[in-house]
């Protein structure tokens, strides 16, 4: 079997797996927005307390929680080979599994890899891994090549077998990030419905079945209800907002160009549409029911979920991955096949390669903007803000890769980082530092810094600056405005590092 007759050889299965994390070979550290912060984090966490300009800040506590996955990561591979190198071998990591995730989905469900599957690649760059959700993605492309071996022949005629194997590989994707284990569960219930209720044709004899065959998938959460956890009340909330849904949809392809990044996702849906309506396409059911089983969720379930911002966005990806995937050509002639192919491959080119350029510009955007840290004394209290011009916060949000770069200062210069998570029972820092008052955590960083809706967010800001705050550092995208009682003393592009005038 050829790649023109519908197959994707194995060789180039494996090429894919590299190609696809080359965009992340030529940063010094990936652009992600949340990536500093997290590598930041690491840092805190294998310190240990030696650093007395960290430790009177944050705090560092060892506990079970359903958000680990990169942290432990980290732990075992930063001694090895140093921070940098570690959250830049771990994102590689994560979109090289993620893509194997894909392929081996693809082989599992229809016998062989499909063409189809080649325009689900690129959704491996996604709007969340390019927000820099470590711990979710690197669970998410656990979930999937997890789904793919329950799926796979090997494992479907050894249901017993598979049961106790999937206890642990349950544990392991629900130590990475909850959401992910949730995923892995309700698409493999999708894919035990489908298959018992196509066998029988009696659906609550399939929901039954499927729910014992899969029971083993619930072992993490069950035993983690006799293990300790820190309290803690985080929002749950953003309800049914309908037109940011949409919005996260035609979004998931988020990097640097919108009008290119919203008709690659268009063409996506297309492609769906296509594949779904066509008879020249098979369906695999439980994969299909499972895509629209997470479209469901993802419309109803709200924005943050116990603190986790962007919870929905996040099904996004998957979603168009799934609906790709379960689809594989069944009745098209050679020629057709043929230009599916290329048209494949040309699309996987151009994202590759879109992807690639964006993330070197990044690149050379932050070490620009960072250099004025050379500047900062070590072990300050500083304050970063992000000042950004009036307009959409989240289309901002998603399009600013600077986000937490206050976090470079903290791993340079062991100075305060009002970019960190103050999250009791969701993340294992703890963040103590009364100087800064309002200031303390991520919740604060990026402010409007213009008129806009009748007021002006930096500048509210600035009036309500803690009078022990001496240094402050600001990134401006917004038109720079006059400090008083604060001296430029470092500039780097639109970075500026102020010291406060003594009176």
């Known amino acids: 079997m050829t790649a023109v007759s519908g197959t ?233 907002r309908m037109g940011v849904k949409l919005y996260h949809l035609i979004n998931v392809l988020a990097d640097r160009w919108e009008a290119w990044d919203y008709a690659c996702a268009a063409l996506l849906a297309a492609l769906v549409v296509t594949f779904w309506r066509s008879s020249r396409f098979a369906l695999h059911k439980g994969l299909a029911l499972g895509a629209l089983a997470l479209l469901g969720l993802f419309m109803v379930m709200p924005g943050t979920i116990y603190g986790s911002a962007y919870a929905d966005m996040r099904l996004t990806p998957t979603i168009y991955a799934l609906a790709l995937i379960c689809a594989c050509p069944a009745d098209l002639g050679a020629g057709r096949r043929r230009v599916l192919l290329v048209a494949a491959l040309v699309f996987l080119a151009l994202r590759l390669v879109g992807n690639t350029v964006s993330m070197a510009a990044w690149d050379a955007q932050i070490r620009k903007e960072q250099a004025v840290v050379e500047h900062v004394p070590r072990g300050s209290q500083l304050l970063t803000f992000i000042a950004l011009p009036c307009g959409n916060f989240i289309r901002q949000q998603a399009r600013q890769r600077d986000v937490h770069i206050a976090s470079y200062a903290m791993i340079r210069r062991h100075a305060f980082a009002n970019d960190q998570w103050a999250m009791p029972g969701g993340q294992l820092l703890t963040i103590h530092n009364p100087a800064a008052g309002p200031f303390l955590d991520a919740d604060i960083g990026l402010l409007v810094a213009e008129q806009c809706q009748g007021t002006n967010q930096f500048l509210a800001a600035m009036d309500r600056v803690p009078a022990g705050i001496a240094q402050l550092w600001v990134v401006w995208h917004a038109p720079e405005l006059r400090l008083d009682g604060w001296r430029p003393v470092a500039r780097s592009g639109g970075s500026v590092l102020y010291r406060r005038q003594m009176p």
Request: proline share 7%.
């Open 8 to 240: 994707i050889p194995l060789r180039w299965c494996a090429a894919l797996v590299v190609l696809a994390a080359v965009p992340l070979f030529w940063p010094l550290v990936p652009p992600l927005i949340d990536l500093p912060a997290h590598m930041s984090r690491y840092m805190v966490q294998m310190d240990g307390g030696r650093s007395a300009d960290l430790a009177q800040w944050y705090g560092f506590r060892w506990n079970l929680l359903p958000n680990l996955g990169a942290d432990l990561l980290a732990w075992l591979l930063e001694p090895v080979i140093g921070l940098r190198a570690a959250v830049k071998a771990m994102a590689i990591l994560i979109v090289m599994l993620q893509v194997a995730g894909y392929l081996l989905l693809s082989r599992a469900a229809h016998g062989r890899v499909a063409v189809t599957a080649l325009f689900a690649v690129p959704l491996a760059l996604g709007n969340p891994f390019q927000f820099g959700f470590l711990n979710f993605t690197l669970g998410m492309a656990l979930a999937t090549l997890a789904l793919a071996w329950w799926i796979s022949p090997s494992m479907a005629e050894q249901p017993r077998r598979r049961w106790l194997v999937f206890c642990l590989v349950a544990c392991v994707v629900w130590i990475c990030h909850l959401a992910a284990w949730a995923t892995l569960c309700v698409l493999v219930g999708c894919c035990e419905l489908a298959l018992r209720f196509e066998r029988t044709g009696r659906l609550w004899p399939a929901l039954w079945g499927g729910f014992l065959a899969s029971s083993c998938l619930l072992v993490p959460q069950v035993a983690s209800l006799a293990w300790p956890h820190p309290t803690g009340h985080l929002p749950t909330e953003g309800w049914l």
